[in-house]
Protein backbone atom coordinates (compact mmCIF):
# COMPACT_ATOMS: atom_id res chain seq x y z
CA UNK A 1 0.00 0.00 0.00
CA UNK A 2 1.05 3.82 -0.22
CA UNK A 3 1.66 4.40 3.08
CA UNK A 4 4.33 1.61 3.26
CA UNK A 5 5.58 2.49 0.21
CA UNK A 6 9.17 3.87 -0.98
CA UNK A 7 7.26 6.93 -2.07
CA UNK A 8 5.41 7.95 0.89
CA UNK A 9 8.80 7.46 2.91
CA UNK A 10 10.50 9.44 0.24
CA UNK A 11 8.24 11.89 0.61
CA UNK A 12 8.40 12.24 4.22
CA UNK A 13 12.47 12.44 4.40
CA UNK A 14 12.09 15.81 2.25
CA UNK A 15 9.45 17.38 4.35
CA UNK A 16 12.15 16.57 7.31
CA UNK A 17 13.98 19.40 8.79
CA UNK A 18 17.63 18.19 9.38
CA UNK A 19 17.23 15.93 12.46
CA UNK A 20 13.79 16.19 11.89
CA UNK A 21 12.35 12.57 13.19
CA UNK A 22 8.89 10.78 11.39
CA UNK A 23 6.78 7.86 13.88
CA UNK A 24 4.31 5.81 11.28
CA UNK A 25 2.01 3.11 12.17
CA UNK A 26 3.99 0.08 12.03
CA UNK A 27 1.78 -2.71 12.43
CA UNK A 28 1.55 -5.99 14.72
CA UNK A 29 4.69 -8.24 15.14
CA UNK A 30 2.98 -11.22 15.88
CA UNK A 31 0.49 -10.75 12.50
CA UNK A 32 2.73 -8.93 10.09
CA UNK A 33 6.13 -9.07 10.77
CA UNK A 34 7.39 -10.07 7.46
CA UNK A 35 5.64 -6.99 5.87
CA UNK A 36 7.50 -4.87 9.29
CA UNK A 37 10.67 -6.22 7.97
CA UNK A 38 9.85 -4.87 4.54
CA UNK A 39 8.62 -1.53 5.58
CA UNK A 40 11.98 -1.77 7.70
CA UNK A 41 14.53 -2.12 5.06
CA UNK A 42 12.99 0.41 2.58
CA UNK A 43 13.37 2.88 5.27
CA UNK A 44 16.91 2.39 6.04
CA UNK A 45 17.44 2.96 2.16
CA UNK A 46 16.01 6.36 2.83
CA UNK A 47 16.54 7.62 6.29
CA UNK A 48 19.85 7.67 8.32
CA UNK A 49 18.27 6.08 11.35
CA UNK A 50 15.53 3.69 11.67
CA UNK A 51 14.24 1.21 14.25
CA UNK A 52 10.96 -0.34 14.99
CA UNK A 53 8.94 0.11 19.08
CA UNK A 54 5.65 -1.16 19.63
CA UNK A 55 3.13 -0.73 22.65
CA UNK A 56 -0.06 -2.69 23.58
CA UNK A 57 -3.55 -1.15 22.86
CA UNK A 58 -6.40 -3.76 23.80
CA UNK A 59 -8.75 -2.57 20.71
CA UNK A 60 -6.15 -3.57 17.95
CA UNK A 61 -5.69 -6.93 16.40
CA UNK A 62 -3.61 -9.27 18.79
CA UNK A 63 -3.57 -6.42 21.38
CA UNK A 64 -0.01 -4.53 19.81
CA UNK A 65 0.66 -1.83 17.36
CA UNK A 66 3.74 -0.89 16.40
CA UNK A 67 5.62 2.30 15.01
CA UNK A 68 8.71 2.72 12.33
CA UNK A 69 10.51 5.50 14.08
CA UNK A 70 12.99 6.98 11.63
CA UNK A 71 15.30 10.50 11.31
CA UNK A 72 16.62 12.11 8.68
CA UNK A 73 20.54 11.37 10.39
CA UNK A 74 22.41 8.21 11.11
CA UNK A 75 22.83 7.67 15.06
CA UNK A 76 19.98 8.24 16.59
CA UNK A 77 19.06 6.16 19.88
CA UNK A 78 15.21 5.84 20.43
CA UNK A 79 15.25 4.23 23.47
CA UNK A 80 16.42 6.43 25.71
CA UNK A 81 13.92 9.45 25.81
CA UNK A 82 15.64 13.28 25.09
CA UNK A 83 13.70 14.29 27.68
CA UNK A 84 11.34 12.90 30.99
CA UNK A 85 8.13 14.61 32.02
CA UNK A 86 8.46 16.77 35.28
CA UNK A 87 6.72 14.92 38.56
CA UNK A 88 3.65 17.16 38.31
CA UNK A 89 3.30 16.34 34.15
CA UNK A 90 4.26 12.76 34.90
CA UNK A 91 1.54 12.39 37.81
CA UNK A 92 -1.32 13.81 35.30
CA UNK A 93 -0.41 10.64 32.75
CA UNK A 94 -2.15 7.42 32.99
CA UNK A 95 0.18 5.10 30.73
CA UNK A 96 3.30 7.13 29.57
CA UNK A 97 6.61 6.94 31.69
CA UNK A 98 10.24 7.12 30.94
CA UNK A 99 10.66 3.47 31.47
CA UNK A 100 7.84 2.76 29.32
CA UNK A 101 9.29 4.64 26.62
CA UNK A 102 12.67 2.57 26.65
CA UNK A 103 10.38 -0.64 27.34
CA UNK A 104 8.56 0.01 23.62
CA UNK A 105 12.21 -0.87 22.14
CA UNK A 106 12.58 -4.05 23.76
CA UNK A 107 10.72 -6.64 21.28
CA UNK A 108 10.25 -10.49 21.99
CA UNK A 109 13.51 -12.80 21.00
CA UNK A 110 11.40 -13.88 17.60
CA UNK A 111 10.92 -10.01 16.35
CA UNK A 112 14.66 -9.12 17.54
CA UNK A 113 15.84 -11.49 15.67
CA UNK A 114 14.31 -10.29 12.41
CA UNK A 115 14.68 -6.80 12.76
CA UNK A 116 17.97 -6.50 14.63
CA UNK A 117 20.01 -9.42 13.79
Same mark, same amino acid.
Given at each position: GA?FG ?5 M??S???? =???T *????E???L?LP !?I %??M????K??F??V???Y ?7 S??? =???V *?G????K??A?P !?? %? ?16 H ?6 PE????E??P
Open positions: LAEFYKVNALKP =GGV *CSQGCMWH !L %KSQVCCEIGSDYATCIPTYPGQI =GFM *CKEGGEWP !LR %KPTPDQQAAFQYYSAEMAAAFVLFARRLR
